[in-house]
């Protein structure tokens, strides 16, 4: 046995895990069985001025302090979710989703406006 699983059964034993049942807990608290889905960060967009050829990374998880981009809440909070990296090819500015149910990431496409989002609570799934 090596790699990751021996390390991981050897943590483990050694914090007094020696039966299946109690390894299996311990490894599910640890490493998620699937991605959380993301949250409503807010209920309406936000307005931003990109830069030509800077690449951002957009918050998936809705949990990141600085909407609408990432600052690496989803790996902290262990969500399995990864931030959405785009560039753009000029300065402009666009509206950006925070509700994070835009069919067209990152940008707002309105949906924010459905009840299904409005009776949402912040900080809670769809």
Not at 46 to 63: D, F, H, P, Q, S
Not at 88 to 99: D, H, I, Y
Request: hydrophobic share 30%.
């Amino acid at each position: 046995m090596g790699g990751l699983r021996a390390t991981l059964l050897r943590a483990a034993c050694g914090a007094g895990l020696n039966q299946r049942r109690d390894l299996s807990s311990w490894l599910t608290q640890w490493f998620s069985k699937g991605p959380a889905k993301s949250v409503v960060a807010q209920k309406t967009p936000i307005k931003v001025e990109l830069v030509a050829g800077t690449t951002y990374r957009w918050c998936v998880c809705g949990r990141s302090k600085k909407q609408p981009f990432c600052d690496g809440s989803h790996f902290f909070q262990r969500t399995g979710l990864t931030p959405l990296k785009f560039k753009v090819q000029e300065t402009r500015t666009a509206v950006l989703c925070t509700c994070k149910a835009t069919q067209k990431p990152p940008y707002c496409d309105g949906t924010h406006k459905s009840e299904r989002v409005q009776k949402a609570e912040v900080g809670s799934p769809l």
